[in-house]
Structures are given as C-alpha cells and as structure tokens.
Nanobody
Framework: QVQLVESGGGSVQPGDSLRLSCAASGRTFLSYAVGWFRQAPGKERDFVAAINWSGGNTDYADSVKGRFTISRDNAKKMVYLQMNSLKPEDTAVYYC????????????????WGQGIQVTVSS
C-alpha cells in the first residue's frame, strides 16, 4: 500500500512559480513510479509529468515541457513538481499518483492517488 498527500498549492499570478509536494508513505514506495495529473472543472484528468523509481527518467506533457520539472527525494519519500512561468490554463486540481510501472500517461493506469490540491493562476 502507498499513501500520498499533496501540498503546496495556492493562488498565484501568471508568470509566477509554485512547487507542489507529494509526501508518500508505505515501504514499497521506493520501487514506484510517480505521476502528476491535473483536472480542470468539467474536464478529464490529464497527465502532466512522471518520474521513475530512481529519478533517472522523466516524462512531460507537451503543454508543460520546459516550464515544469518533476523530481523526487527517496530518502524523504517526497516527489516534487516545480512549476514555473505559470499560465491561467494551468489552473486545475493537481494530483500525484503512484504505480510500479513507469511510462504511464493514463490516469486509470495508476494504482494509488492523493486527494488533490488546487492551483489557481489568475491576474
């Protein structure tokens, strides 16, 4: 079992930065890949970024490539999403998710989910 809790969301202006954190518990977490997803009102839950168990491989949606960076600290059981140059279209509830397999981009493929955290980008 893996439990995930997101933090670090909030309201910012366009162009600002924000760092989301995903705190994990469970002894098997170190072998899991982690993904970040987001869901805007009335829309599907979309893939944002993913990282493999070691942090040596990352994957990004085209919409965030070059602006967002995913990283992890296995000693602390933490995964981060650094979001720079935020745009209004980045507004959504952000979720972290975990699965033993890396390279997954569909939400239904992930076994474990956090509760989500709101990110609002508005002037």
């Amino acid at each position: 079992q893996v439990q995930l809790v997101e933090s670090g969301g909030g309201s910012v202006q366009p162009g600002d930065s924000l760092r989301l954190s995903c705190a994990a518990s469970g002894r098997t977490f170190l072998s899991y890949a982690v993904g970040w997803f987001r869901q805007a009102p009335g829309k599907e839950r979309d893939f944002v970024a993913a990282i493999n168990w070691s942090g040596g491989n990352t994957d990004y949606a085209d919409s965030v490539k070059g602006r967002f960076t995913i990283s992890r600290d296995n000693a602390k059981k933490m995964v981060y999403l650094q979001m720079n140059s935020l745009k209004p279209e980045d507004t959504a509830v952000y979720y972290c998710a975990a699965d033993p397999r890396y390279g997954l981009r569909m939400a239904l493929q992930y076994d474990y989910w956090g509760q989500g955290i709101q990110v609002t980008v508005s002037s």
